[in-house]
């Protein structure tokens, strides 16, 4: 992939431009993805920043335009992460493509990375917004040429809470320095009117027709953060808008008077998340809310549960006239550390309600969260800026709860504070939803459609304490601002209560579609050229429309003629495999060599003599018989005692050694001291994980192994990486969640599908393994992974052999079970990575790319040079003697200079047989020309 651009922390500034209320927004630095630059090369510069605000009542939508100017020698990719506030949602993205800005179209999320990095690699312009987890971002653009500019156009809309009878929107513009040229519009209602203030005065906007303008590049120079002010309006807001036939209204409705608190229940549950992002959260604001909170409890028990990757026992508190000293302290001393997952505990009938203390980033685990009674209410209460604020919405409000926000430095609402919406109704009007968000202020949100021409209303039943109040609200059309925001508030709104299941993920990739959002499940994507819209079906904006219909037909049928030509492809590279495992192959001493022995094995072709020394006895532990297939017993071995011993992984870095001399049980306090300092690399918690496990503390081993979940944000190689190590701990049910993540992520890979067929099959899960392998054999595939739907045909051949029948439908000339001796199997996590099995038989003789079949029938798979393999040595008849297997780094293509490359090796014993036995190991390799020695197979004399 080419190497990024890093832009200055100014976007990510910008895009924090939400309101500055008694504190001004945490601004967070941009994160720059995969950054490589030489010494003599410097950072893509935003030449200028153009911010266009428009407001209708709290509703807000901002144009920002950017302009990259790339000062290098060559061309770089933009790939940048960034967070936006609660309530802020991107609803637009535009890139220049030739002499226009192009909208990007929206597309299924994972369609669209497919479609990016398929495109990047042909060199050609691809740009593509997506949402990563939470409310964090990532923009990729691709190229941006040496010497030239780039320009892009972001459109975000959010919702400003009210405050002191008015709306403030920030505009950190100290952040923004090293710009060129900063400009600012504002347009408002008639009849309203900003204020532009900093920190010593007011600033002099200029009207120029229905806009406010101002130059902000001395403003900036100045250091000085800006403040946006306006009045809010006095009556109820009502926004409508006719989209695709239908009238789409919004509107904010004042509650008036709340009446007094209700008396907190006697027995509350605190869910505090402690995942090693936990430790990110505004812990401070967190403490200072819930002991305000239980200041007014006065006498509760609380029942604390610590939420990771796996949920600890609860533990029982009592508070006694609002003291909570114990309870206090033992939030403080909390260890964060570990992946984020909200399941895993069992909620208590005597709870009368819960309060869950989280980011809503939940990356490890089903994301099952338990079903509360109708009478238990779910609080959330978020102080993280980039949170997942749709999961605890969609949380809460089927638990009768809201989310409480601590991140706009204001005096958050208790739970009894909140009102709770009993039921929404009307006439003339469907599909009504309502954001509560600031419910407790006494403003309600509410969306709809408007059904029919005739007089339509809202009826609104909220709870308030004891009291139940009805609340009527003539939609008097007459009265409304025709806004582009009222559709779009619709399905914020409607997002915000969907939840993760499959129903749920179809509805909000539907709504991110049609009204154009970057949602968990949709992408905006700009392409270059036609072609490509109709080479991946997708379809362009209005302006290329017409031609894409025309194109769409012709490509249908072409795709149609392809997938029957790789199904004849596949079957005769199946035949020629079927050919090989009949073949009878001597097992004799081979010829000597035609060539020189000494050129032949300069050249790779042939090993030194002797055979490789037995591993050490802790290693080399004995494997079960290996007993051949009844149907094949007349074609293959009789399986007497083939085994398989492993070197174990022996990681050497001056942290992991000093971890070694550590006493067991300060071995995780000892790692806890040294996390910070490592959180960016995978290797110190395989290498810690793999020293609690020798050191037998399991469950620590297994939490600081799933900190590999939240080292990057959807970084699906590192997934691939934590899903194989589960699985070599014997852990598959923790590993078929993780692979099923990376394939949401990469279905254009059939090493996603591969890889969670292994963990299906781990888990006992058979049928659902071979769907998956199914898959794998029966799409076409890019080039650069040859032949895996050969050896994937083995695994699903194998697997019905041993646990059929299954249910698979695929071509009868495709199945027939080919069992084996011995099978080694090499795998990786790096793209466009070159790495080698290398098998060296007791004849000397190395099987491997450049000697992919040997004397005496070795066969290695097709040579895998664009990323992650599998590569699969097979031999049906094996000679007595040692195997040694070795794993070698020949090369890479990335123009990003990784760190080490981590390689899985699963070595097989009577593969396609009931008595198939198998060992995996994780390792890894750091740069090109490395070979690291893994194991070998040891054959008795009479077998």
Not at 350 to 355: A, I, S
């Amino acid at each position: 992939m080419p190497r990024s651009i890093f832009l200055l922390p100014l976007l990510a500034a910008l895009l924090t431009g939400a309101p500055a209320f008694a504190k001004s927004p945490p601004v967070l630095p941009l994160i720059a993805i995969d950054t490589q630059l030489a010494p003599q090369e410097q950072p893509v510069r935003v030449d200028s920043l153009t911010i266009a605000v428009q407001a209708v009542g709290s509703q807000v939508e901002t144009v920002i335009d950017l302009t990259l100017f790339n000062p290098n020698s060559r061309p770089l990719e933009g790939n940048l992460q960034f967070p936006l506030l609660p309530g802020q949602q991107i609803v637009g993205f535009s890139l220049d493509i030739g002499n226009e800005m192009r909208d990007a179209v929206p597309v299924a999320k994972e369609r669209g990375r497919q479609v990016f990095e398929a495109i990047e690699r042909r060199r050609v312009d691809p740009g593509l917004l997506e949402v990563t987890e939470g409310n964090f971002f990532r923009l990729r653009v691709y190229p941006v040429l040496p010497g030239q500019v780039r320009k892009v156009r972001l459109r975000l809309a959010e919702t400003l809470p009210q405050v002191e009878g008015g709306y403030r929107y920030a505009l950190p513009l100290d952040r923004f320095q090293s710009v060129e040229r900063i400009g600012m519009a504002v347009t408002l209602p008639a009849g309203q009117k900003p204020e532009l203030s900093a920190a010593d005065g007011p600033i002099q906007l200029v009207r120029q027709g229905q806009a406010y303008m101002a130059d902000l590049k001395p403003l900036a120079a100045g250091k000085r953060p800006l403040t946006l002010r306006w009045k809010a309006a006095e009556r109820p807001v009502l926004l409508t808008e006719r989209v695709d036939g239908e009238q789409f209204f919004a509107a904010e409705i004042p509650l008036g008077p709340l009446p007094a608190r209700q008396a907190p229940p006697p027995v509350i549950g605190l869910l505090w998340d402690s995942s090693g992002s936990g430790a990110k959260r505004d812990l401070a604001a967190e403490l200072r809310w819930l002991e305000r909170y239980l200041r007014e409890v006065k006498q509760a028990e609380v029942r604390l549960i610590r939420l990771r990757d796996r949920a600890e026992k609860p533990l029982s508190f009592r508070i006694e006239n609002g003291n909570w000293r114990a309870l206090r302290e033992a939030l403080e001393r909390t260890v964060y550390d570990g992946a984020s997952s909200l399941d895993g505990w069992t909620a208590q009938a005597d709870v009368g309600e819960y309060l869950l203390f989280s980011d809503g980033m939940v990356n490890y685990g089903t994301e099952g969260f338990p079903t509360l009674s109708k009478k238990q209410r779910l609080f959330a209460i978020d102080s993280s800026v980039g949170s997942d604020r749709d999961r605890l919405t969609a949380l809460t409000l089927r638990h009768g709860g809201s989310v409480i926000a601590l991140d706009e430095g204001r005096s958050e609402p208790l739970p009894s504070e909140l009102p709770r919406v009993v039921s929404l109704t009307g006439e003339g009007v469907g599909r009504l939803v309502f954001d509560p968000s600031d419910s407790a202020r006494g403003l309600l949100r509410i969306a709809g459609v408007q059904q029919g021409q005739g007089a339509a209303k809202v009826r609104l039943r909220l709870a308030v304490s004891h009291e139940l109040r009805e609340i009527e609200l003539p939609l008097h059309v007459e009265r409304s601002s025709a806004s582009g925001q009222a559709a779009r508030l619709w399905a914020r709104y409607r997002l915000a209560g969907l939840g993760r299941d499959a129903a749920d993920r179809a509805e909000t990739r539907a709504i991110g579609r049609r009204f154009g959002l970057v949602t968990r499940d949709t992408s905006l994507l700009v392409l270059e050229n036609l072609s490509d819209y109709v080479q991946y079906d997708i379809a362009p904006p209005p302006s290329l429309r017409a031609q894409f219909e025309q194109l769409r037909a012709a490509n249908q049928a072409s795709e149609r003629q392809q997938r029957e030509r790789q199904i004849e492809q596949l079957v005769q590279q199946y035949q020629a495999k079927i050919a090989w495992w009949e073949t009878r192959y001597p097992k004799d001493t081979p010829p000597r060599p035609k060539l020189d022995h000494k050129m032949a094995r300069r050249a790779g072709l042939i090993a030194p003599p002797a055979a490789p020394a037995p591993l050490a006895a802790a290693a080399a532990e004995p494997m079960a018989e290996a007993v051949a297939d009844k149907a094949e017993q007349a074609a293959a071995s009789d399986g007497a005692g083939i085994r398989i011993a492993l070197q174990p992984w022996q990681a050497d870095s001056p942290v992991l050694r000093a971890l070694q001399r550590v006493r067991t049980e300060q071995l995780y306090p000892a790692y806890l001291a040294r996390r910070a300092a490592n959180a960016n690399s995978s290797a110190f918690f395989l290498d810690v994980a793999d020293l609690l496990l020798a050191r037998g503390q399991r469950e620590l081993a297994l939490r600081v192994l799933s900190n590999l979940a939240e080292m990057e944000l959807e970084n699906r190689h590192i997934l691939r990486i934590l899903g194989y190590r589960l699985l070599q701990a014997g852990e598959p049910a923790l590993a078929v969640p993780v692979f099923e993540r990376v394939l949401e992520m990469a279905e254009e890979e059939p090493q996603s599908f591969r890889d969670l067929g292994l963990a299906y099959e781990a888990a006992g899960r058979y049928q659902e393994a071979a769907n998956q392998w199914v898959e794998v054999v029966s799409r076409v595939w890019d080039d650069r992974f040859p032949e895996i739907e050969l050896i994937t045909l083995a695994d699903l051949n194998a697997l019905d052999a041993r646990v059929g029948p299954l249910r698979i439908n695929l071509d009868p000339r495709l199945r027939r079970n080919l069992p084996l001796d011995l099978r080694a199997v090499l795998t990786w996590d790096a793209d466009n990575s070159d790495m080698d099995l290398w098998i060296t038989d007791p004849n000397g003789e190395k099987c491997f790319y450049g000697n992919p079949l040997t004397y005496q029938g070795g066969r290695m798979s097709r040579d895998f040079v664009g990323g992650y393999g599998p590569e699969e040595f097979s031999l049906r008849h094996a000679k007595p003697g040692r195997y040694k297997v070795e794993a070698n780094f020949y090369g890479h293509q990335q123009q990003i200079v990784a760190g080490a490359t981590t390689l899985q090796l699963k070595l097989t014993t009577g593969f396609g047989t009931p008595a198939m036995k198998e060992k995996m190991v994780t390792l890894r390799l750091q740069g090109a020309g490395k070979t690291v020695f893994v194991g070998e197979f040891e054959v008795p004399a009479k077998h």
